[in-house]
């Protein structure tokens, strides 16, 4: 639903591949900022081909993204490998009003010199392009010339990210660059007032982390009532974590299967706004922002989520830069009772691409290199410069290498000081790619719509189901008991 982002990128939208500009409002993989998208009306007698070019150049590698997220990282990769001779097309297409996949489609359907040798996928809808409708157009890592399996292993990746950037025949076509597993996220004192320590360890307890219960989050719930406050702003909150922690997805054997765990969401929700143990918010709207600076109708303990809502959600949204102004400095991290992840972006090469090679060491080095010299160890520790601009710094991230975050200094200010990868390494390891379709974006929305009918006593829960089984029946061509 909802898409990664870092620092000051601009996205921008193409619809229709180059008819239209639109700036899209993406929460997690771009930010406001304007900017042109790369040319793409070269013919295709003047695509240059790997290895020719009268000027010297290799050729031109096109790059299909939704943000210029992914651009920017080649751009870099680009500017510190000089001698590899290649140009870089970027297109970029927001998400917005659907506008990318569509787009995303056409290019890999039609081929030729213009069709995307690099092209980006994000979590709620990457199983298309790596196991579904589209998964025939997506090269296997190994065909990149990349050894994979060696590189997984050095670089500690995570199994959820193999897992879902693998296609039915085995192979990796890809990977995603960030970690996305989730902790909870929570004002330190808060947990001060109401469990006596802001200790993450004792946190962690005091909320069930860990436990693959709910049990004791809700009595931390009643207790956090007892002293005036919610465990967390809305039930969006906890639902990336329910939804991502199921067994099974929304499809098994061909049909609509609606998981135990997704299903006790209902009850979850009704608990939780029943007790008053919320400010009943929905995620991405002001209210939510306000609990994140501590301005809701009541304080909020705090907030599900991987490393990329800490940098580029909450610390925004916190109501300062610096600790002692808004929440700044008064957040930290601890375990979730569940494991979970939410978001994510996968890169994928086109099989057809004449430049295997050359795509190989981009991907490689934006997803496996767990050198120092890889956009992964910089990326966690701080130390890319994007706009070559030193008054600009660069967020601290948890990346896809176990590897290179046990070995960086993950420390926030945002944090009081603490390292969270202590935290998000581990949860990237409970997390579990195996419950993901290619209609997830589509039902979950579904999906939640129904459970709010319930918990505002619209409809009964059954009728809630059945109606949120009837708008999968009408909208989508999967089959419904």
């Given amino acids: 639903m909802r898409k990664l982002k870092m ?48 000027d010297g150049k290799k050729g031109t590698i096109n790059v299909y993204a939704f943000t210029d997220e992914v651009p920017k990282m080649i751009d870099k990769f680009v500017e510190t ?24 489609d056409q290019a890999l359907a039609a081929g030729g010199a213009d069709a995307p040798d690099i092209y980006c996928a994000e979590a709620a809808f990457v199983l298309k392009y790596t196991q579904g409708e589209a998964a025939s157009y997506a090269a296997s890592y190994a065909d990149l010339g990349i050894d994979i399996d060696s590189k997984l292993s050095e670089s500690e990746i995570a199994q959820y990210s193999v897992d879902i950037g693998t296609n039915p025949d085995g192979n990796v076509v890809g990977l995603g660059y960030q970690a996305t597993g989730g902790c909870f996220i929570y004002r330190r004192s808060i947990a001060k007032e109401a469990f006596g ?24 719930a009643e207790t956090l009532k007892g002293k005036g406050y919610g465990i967390i702003s809305g039930d969006g909150d906890l639902w990336h974590a329910v939804e991502n922690s199921s067994d099974k ?26 007790n008053g143990y919320h400010n009943d918010t929905q995620d991405w709207q002001d209210a939510w922002f306000a609990d994140m600076k501590g301005e809701g109708d009541k304080g909020v303990l705090g907030f599900f989520g ?18 002692g102004e808004g929440t700044y400095g008064d957040w930290a991290v601890c375990d979730s009772p569940v494991g979970f992840f939410w978001g994510g972006t996968w890169l994928l090469a086109n ?20 050198s120092e010299d890889g956009l992964q160890y910089a990326w966690a520790n701080g130390t890319v410069d994007w706009d070559n601009d030193p008054s600009t710094p660069t967020a601290k991230d948890a990346v896809g290498s176990g590897k290179v975050m046990s070995t960086s200094d993950g ?28 209609y997830d ?14 918990t505002s006593g619209e409809k009964s829960k059954e009728d809630a189901i059945e109606a949120f089984k009837q708008n999968v029946r009408d909208n989508l061509d999967v089959e419904v008991e």
């Fill in 351 to 370: 099989k057809d691409s004449d430049k295997k090679e050359a795509v190989g060491q981009i991907i490689d080095w934006i997803t496996l290199d767990s």
């Fill in 81 to 104: 490998h000089p001698d590899f001779g290649y140009d870089i097309n970027p297109t970029i297409i927001a998400t917005t009003d659907g506008a990318y996949q569509p787009a995303l």
């Fill in 7 to 54: 620092g000051k990128f601009q996205r921008v939208a193409a619809v229709g591949l180059a008819l239209a500009m639109m700036t899209g409002s993406l929460a997690a993989c771009g930010s406001d900022d304007a900017g042109k998208k790369g040319s793409n009306t070269e013919s295709s007698s003047s695509k240059p081909k790997e290895g020719s070019s009268s």
């Fill in 197 to 220: 320590t802001d200790d993450p360890a004792e946190v962690s307890k005091a909320i069930g982390g860990g436990s693959g219960s709910w049990d004791k989050f809700f009595e931390a």
């Fill in 306 to 323: 991987p490393a990329w809502l800490i940098n580029y959600t909450m610390a925004p949204n916190c109501g300062g830069a610096k600790a």
């Fill in 411 to 438: 420390s926030l200010e945002f944090l009081g000081g603490q390292n969270m990868f202590d935290y998000f390494v581990p949860a990237n390891t409970y997390a579990n790619g195996k419950n993901l379709t290619q």
């Fill in 441 to 454: 974006e589509t039902i979950n929305q579904y999906w939640r719509d129904a459970v709010r009918t319930y």
């Fill in 249 to 274: 997805g929304w499809i098994s054997d061909g049909k609509l299967y609606i998981d135990p765990k997704r299903e006790e969401f209902f009850d979850l929700s009704k608990k939780l706004k029943d």
